[in-house]
C-alpha cells in the first residue's frame, strides 16, 4: 500500500508540473486588420504618436497606417531600397534594413532618404535597433550582430556561423530588453536568446520544437509594458510569450484553439498592448488585443 501511495504521489506531482511546464493559453480578440495591397510585406514598427509603419518588402515601399485610420504610401526619394527586411523609428525618423545593399537607410516621412549608412565586411541587415546611443544590426550573411556608435559607426561585432551559445544561423529580427539586452531570433537554429550588447551574459528564451513554449522558425519579437517577450513563429503561426528570464508564459489562442496565423514575420506592440502582427503569406496585417 505504501508502495502504491508512493507512486501515486509522484504520479500526482508530475502531472502537476507537466501542466506547469506547459503555460497558460492567452486568450485574444482580433482588433481589426488592414489589406493595402501589400506584396510580402516583412516587418513592421510605430511612434510614440501611434502612427504605424509596414515595410512592404516586393513593393519596395513603406506604408503608414495613421493613427487616425487614413493608409498612404510612403516611397523613396532621391535613392531607393530593395527588397528590404527590416524598418525601425528611431529619434522619430524611420531606418530601413537594405539587406541586399549591405546598408542601412534613414528615411523622412516624405520619403527623402536623408542619410544612407553602408555597413562593413558584406553585412546584409535583417534588423535594427535603437539601444541607448547605439544601433544594433543583424547580419544574415556573416551570421554576426553589428553594434554601431551615435554617429552610425562600427564599434564591434559579434558571434559566428554555429549552433553553440554565441553563434548564430541567419540571426534575424530583435528587440531591446530591460537593461539593454538584446532578445535575437536565431531563425535556423530555432531558438530565441537573449545576451547583451557585447555578446556576453547568454540567456536561452526559447528553445527550438513545435510543442508550446518552444519554436521552429521564430520570426518577428517585441516587448509588452508587462515585459512579456512576444514570439511570431513563422512556420507554426503562434504567437506565445515568454518572461525575460525565459519561463514560458503561454500561447496566444481564440476561441479555444492556437493561434495559427499566415507566416506571421514583423511584430509590433503599441501602447496599449495590442500586437500588431504581419502575415506575410496573406499580405495584411492583423491586430490583437492582448488581456
Known sequence: MQIKTFFGVLSLVLAIFSQGAIGQEIVLSQVQEFESGFNFPTDITGNARGDVFVLDAMNDRVVLLNKNGAVSEI??????????????????????????????????????????VKLDHGTEPVDLISVGKNKVVTDRLNHTI????????????????????????????????????????????????????????????????????????????????????????????????????????????????SLELSAPTGLWVDAKDQLWVVESFSNKVSVWRTP
Open 75 to 116: 516611397k523613396p526619394q532621391r535613392d531607393s531600397f530593395y527588397k528590404a527586411v527590416g524598418i525601425a523609428i528611431i529619434d522619430d525618423e524611420i531606418w530601413i534594413a537594405d539587406t541586399p545593399r549591405s546598408r542601412l537607410l534613414k528615411m523622412r516621412l516624405d520619403g527623402r532618404i536623408s542619410q544612407v
Open 146 to 257: 553589428t553594434v554601431l556608435d551615435e554617429n552610425n559607426r562600427e564599434k564591434y561585432y559579434w558571434g559566428k556561423r554555429g549552433e553553440k551559445v554565441g553563434e548564430f544561423i541567419n540571426p534575424g529580427f530583435l528587440a531591446a530588453a530591460p537593461e539593454n539586452r538584446l532578445i535575437i531570433g536565431d531563425i535556423l537554429n530555432r531558438r530565441v536568446m537573449s545576451y547583451s550588447q557585447s555578446g556576453r551574459y547568454p540567456q536561452i528564451i526559447a528553445r527550438p520544437g513545435v510543442e508550446r513554449g518552444q519554436t521552429f522558425r521564430p520570426k518577428g519579437v517585441a516587448l509588452d509594458s508587462q515585459n512579456r517577450i512576444w514570439i511570431a513563429d513563422g512556420y507554426t503561426g503562434s504567437l506565445q510569450a515568454f518572461s525575460v528570464s525565459g519561463k514560458f508564459q503561454g500561447v496566444a489562442t481564440r476561441d479555444g484553439k
